[in-house]
Every structure is written in C-alpha cells, then in structure tokens.
C-alpha cells in the first residue's frame, strides 16, 4: 500500500484473532448439548435472542451468562471448564498481523478495534496481548460495553462520530458488517487484512 488512509478499523474475531470454531464446539459438545448449543449459544443460527447474543451486547453480564449456561452443563462441570471450552474459539494473532498494524502507525495511520464480542472472550484476549492491545490502538470499540452490534446502524454511527475526522477503511470478514458500514457511513471496506495490504 502506498498511501495510508487515516483510519483502518478491524473487526476482531475472524479477522485480527484466528477462530477455531471445531476445536470450541468439540469441547463445548463435551459440556452441553447440541441443542443448546445451537438454541443457547447460537452456534448454528444467527438469532438475535440467543443467551450468547445477549452477553455479546451487553445485556447478560457475565456473572449471568455463566450461571445460565452451567446450569445446562453436565453434573459436575465446573466454572472453568465452561470458561476454558469457551475460550476455546480463540486459534490465536499471528505475529504478522502485529507487523501490520505497527507498519501502518509508522506510515501515519490511526489505528482502531470494533468488535462484537464478550467480557469472557475480551478477558482472554487482554490475557494474551494486553500490551499489544493498548499499544497499538488509538480506540476500542465493544459491542458488550457499548450495549450495539454490528451490523446495526446505531453502533457504527458511534464509532464514526469518535474517530478522528479522515478517510476510514473498515476490515471485516461478515459481508452484511462490511454492506451496513458502506450503507450508514460510507466507509471503504474489504474482507481482510490481507486484502488491505
């Protein structure tokens, strides 16, 4: 890329973290049902009242989504078994995509994260790269601490009115996030950071 635009906003799961989705439903199906796997956690569906949907905005705390999904669990699972299997889904960051990130600073660019995830999901991850994190981003944005998710309007409208003034390049690998930040803030978009690059 020759010329950095002043923005780039990347999506966390799927296209900053690597997703082991198999690896998170073996150990999942280990502690639960498939049923509620799909009805609870909405693997498998893409409702909008799923237990899982409900913690990734903030509704369900996680003192609530835990309660809840142990209760369906296996006599004699434990917090952290549940925690663990969860967490499972996070496959890890490759270092080369740190690299970009820290070229694309070099080159002028404000950094930003925007991201439909949970407060289990986002404590692992500031577990792993705290440092990374906090060093490498001008912003976060949560969907479980802002009370949105993408792709809906209203969360991306925050986002836009908090970023410095600028062309924006929005990168995430869900098709309908990428149409509704063309359609609501006329951010440039594209599937992955490789493709950006």
């Known amino acids: 890329m020759t010329h950095c635009p002043h923005n780039i906003i990347l999506d966390f799961g799927g ?3 690597k997703h082991d989705k198999a690896g998170c439903l073996k150990n999942l199906r280990q502690l639960m049902s498939d049923e509620d796997i799909t009805n609870v956690l909405g693997f498998g569906n893409d409702k909008e009242d799923t237990l899982r949907a409900r913690f990734e905005r903030g509704a ?5 989504f835990l309660d809840h999904v142990l209760r369906l669990c296996k006599l004699g699972t434990t917090e952290q078994q549940l ?5 499972m889904i996070h496959a890890g960051i490759p270092d ?3 690299e970009t990130i820290k070229k694309w600073r070099t080159e002028g660019c ?7 995830t949970d407060a289990v999901h986002w404590q692992h ?3 792993l790269y705290r440092q990374q994190v906090e060093s490498l981003f001008d912003g976060v944005f949560l969907s479980f601490e802002l009370g949105m998710t993408k792709p809906s309007k209203t969360f991306f409208l925050h986002v836009d009115n908090a970023i ?6 929005f990168v995430d690998d869900m098709e309908a996030n990428r149409l509704a930040a063309q359609q609501s ?3 440039q978009t594209c599937a992955s950071i490789e493709e950006l690059k």
């Open 60 to 64: 369900c705390g996680t003192r609530c």
């Open 15 to 17: 296209v900053l973290m």
């Open 83 to 87: 925690i663990d299997a969860w967490n």
């Open 96 to 98: 080369e995509a740190w």
């Open 185 to 187: 803030v006329g951010w």
């Open 164 to 169: 410095d003034d600028g062309q924006t390049i």
């Open 125 to 127: 991850t500031l577990s």
């Open 110 to 116: 404000r950094t930003y994260l925007m991201s439909n």
